[in-house]
């Protein structure tokens, strides 16, 4: 068991580590005692910022010191490797998504934290969000019917000439790859977050996806949930926006803009808000995941349904206060290395039809 407050050491001080620090400092349980980077100029610069320990590389770390936590917010290429060293040092681990690039690697990291007697946490944080934990309670009270349908489309850019993929450090050339609201970047949430909202898991997919160094492609996912519903993933940054300004919501939270980070202002109009729709044999649902609001359509007009909960980047807060919680508790945490596994494994099954041309089963009954 784990005492309070929980020492936490954050692992890569990239574009996400500053939100999540930032929450993790409004929790009373946590204490955020190290960083690590190789970048030096950016270990003393969040040092200065945060009064904590820093350090150039994961090895450094744990020659200096056990944290009780490490949350490791590196590229997904390198999470095998710091979640093995982190668990042989009785280290437990939050780890951000993707759970890594290859499913084998995955597959070692559960493993690496089983042998060790750690617990392992799958940084699946849009589960944490106010709107999409809202959508979730009334669709579990029956507030839609059963869902048919679930969707996210985020076609968007400003032309062929301006995309940017991630870099090799995150996907290696070759291997599932993609800009940062693609389909290996941005879709494994939903590869978790829909089944999670359905309460069902996925039984087949098909697909397309890019690969990292290769021309950027139209992404797309289907799948086909145990429950009937069926699921429909679209990505497309090399293209340009083609919603009206009437569509957009003044935002109750500040947006994740891919390759630039956490942008924008509480309260300020979005015109392209991120959004998943719901589709219920007796209403509808459109969740606005960042922006923070959620509609409800039961009756033919759509009404606001109020969300309550400090919106983005309050959700990594809450994320790692569930794991503490589960530490404490001795238990399993809420997250697990099987669903950050079962989201990958959904991801490769979409690579996998392609070059099959036909559904690919995940589930264990075909
Ligand atoms: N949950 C979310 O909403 C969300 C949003 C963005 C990114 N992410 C995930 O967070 C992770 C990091 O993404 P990012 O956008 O911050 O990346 P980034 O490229 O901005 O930063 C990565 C950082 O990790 C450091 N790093 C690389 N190897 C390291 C190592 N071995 N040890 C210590 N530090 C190392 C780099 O120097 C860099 O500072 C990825 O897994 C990404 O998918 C999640």
Known sequence: MVAKPFRTAIIGLGAVAEPHIAAYCDLADVEVAAVVDPRQDRV????????????????????????DIACVLTPAATHREITVQCAAAGVHVLCEKPMAVEVSDAEAMAAACDEAGVRFFYGSSYRYLPAVQAARG???AG?????????ERVVTGAGEAAYRPMSPAHYPVGGPGGWGYGLVDHGIH???VFPWLCDSPIDRLMGQGDRAGAAARPEYAVFALRSGAMGFLNYDGCTRPVELPGEGVFSDSRQWI????WMGEVGAWDARPGHIDIHGGEGALRVFHYANKLFLNTSGVPREV???GRPAPWHFGRQLED???ALEQDRAPAVSSDDGLQALRALHAIYASEASGGWRWISAHP
Not at 44 to 67: D, K, N
Not at 258 to 261: S, T
Request: net charge negative; proline share 4%; hydrophobic share 45%.
């Open 323 to 325: 794991f503490c919680d």
């Open 44 to 67: 003393e610069e969040i040092c200065a910022r945060y009064g904590v320990a820093g350090f150039s590389s994961c090895e450094a770390l744990l020659a200096a010191m056990t944290p």
């Open 306 to 308: 109020p969300v309550s």
């Open 190 to 192: 939903m590869l978790d």
């Open 258 to 261: 891919a390759g630039r980070g």
């Open 138 to 140: 009334l669709i579990r």
């Open 143 to 151: 507030a839609i019917g059963a869902v048919r349908t679930i969707t």
